[in-house]
């Protein structure tokens, strides 16, 4: 069940620069200090001032999930790493979690929707998590998962981790955006006047906005969602957390939250971020060929989700910095194959 938060409360579920900057250089050396390339001649067709890439696609296990997963499983007492963690999942969270578990001597069982990406499956157990899968017929695939690895963590005393609705999963997502800072800095690049970043349930978002606004203020996020899926861009534009119907279908696996979480919600409304964008399969198929075609850049849907918000809104960026994430690359060839083509 989710919950009003007062200000005060609100203000708790918000990573502090201290936080931050641990998570930085607890990662530092495990997780992958992932690359930032600049796309010229894309930032030429909209008439950019410049546009970067930032490929979380290519850190440890295919997605940025490994970074607050990894933070958080830092937080674990000695007794909880001796019962195991349990966490529901579609996939890429599902694939971290045993990884960053492992780091730190624990046990991992996953529960996934039945109708998650086989590959995503496939290397979760791979990676060493036991998984149990659930079939949710019409009701809202997370939800279901959900209600799993809650009676699993109640049955077996596992810490139960959320994949995006907890401060330490935000504080850990979050040095993503000072990885992106540290570089343009590095490179006297200017920083950035937008970042598009998908949303689903904001626990990479919100970890990229709240560092954005701590060290670069001209920087403001644009999240970006597949069209049924837009909670968070509805609960911004509402100015409250709200939770949709699930109607429709989207090729965006990783990014089907019907709700913003709690944390991240409190991170995003506490400042300003750019008018959401939503985007249909169509889109996101053209972001993913896109990015092939550009630098051989391998993208799952979610993963392109930015890159499709930017081509959608392009002409009105002209004259801006950019920065895409390109979250995820975890997806099937033939998948991948029948999406571009």
């Known amino acids: 069940m989710h919950q ?7 203000r708790k579920l918000i990573p502090s620069n201290q ?3 641990k998570a930085v250089s607890a990662l530092s050396g495990v997780a992958i200090e992932t690359p930032l390339i600049e796309i010229p001649e894309l930032a030429d067709r909209f008439q950019l001032n410049s546009l970067h890439i930032k490929l979380e696609s290519m850190q440890r296990t295919g997605s940025f999930k490994f970074r607050g997963a990894y933070w958080r499983c830092l937080q674990l007492s000695s007794e909880e790493k001796k019962q195991g963690v349990v966490a529901f999942s579609s996939g890429n969270f599902a694939q971290a979690l045993p990884i960053a578990a492992s780091l730190v001597g624990t046990s991992t069982k996953i529960v996934m929707p039945i109708d998650a990406p086989f590959i995503k499956r496939q290397r979760a157990e791979k990676f060493g998590a036991k998984v149990i899968l659930t079939d949710h ?10 209600q799993k690895a809650q009676q699993i963590a109640e049955d077996e005393n596992r810490s139960l981790l959320h994949p995006f609705d907890d401060i330490h999963m935000i504080t850990g997502n979050s040095s993503t955006a000072i990885e992106i800072i540290k570089t343009l800095k590095e490179r006297k690049r200017p920083l950035p006047d937008r970042v598009f970043c998908c949303a689903g349930g904001g626990g990479l978002i ?15 996020v644009v999240p970006v969602e597949p069209k ?9 534009n509402k100015g409250k957390a709200t939770t949709l119907k699930n109607s429709t279908e989207s090729i965006c696996d990783a990014l089907q939250a019907l709700r913003p979480g709690d944390a991240p919600f409190a991170c995003l409304s506490a400042i300003e971020t750019a008018p959401p964008v939503v985007i249909i399969d169509r889109q996101v198929c053209d972001a993913m060929a896109l990015a092939y075609d550009l630098r051989r850049i391998v993208l799952e849907p979610a993963g392109a989700a930015p890159l499709a918000g930017l081509l959608k809104e ?10 895409v994430i390109a979250s995820g690359a975890n997806i099937q060839p033939a998948d991948f194959v029948s999406y571009i083509t």
């Open 4 to 10: 009003e938060f007062t200000k005060e409360e609100s």
């Open 19 to 21: 936080d931050m900057e």
């Open 137 to 146: 017929g019409k009701k809202g695939r997370e939800l279901v998962a959900a």
């Open 206 to 220: 919100s970890g990229i906005a709240i560092a954005l606004q701590r060290y670069s203020s001209k920087t403001k």
């Open 228 to 236: 049924g899926f837009d909670s968070t861009g509805q609960s911004l």
């Open 314 to 323: 392009g002409e009105k960026m002209k004259g801006k910095d950019i920065v």
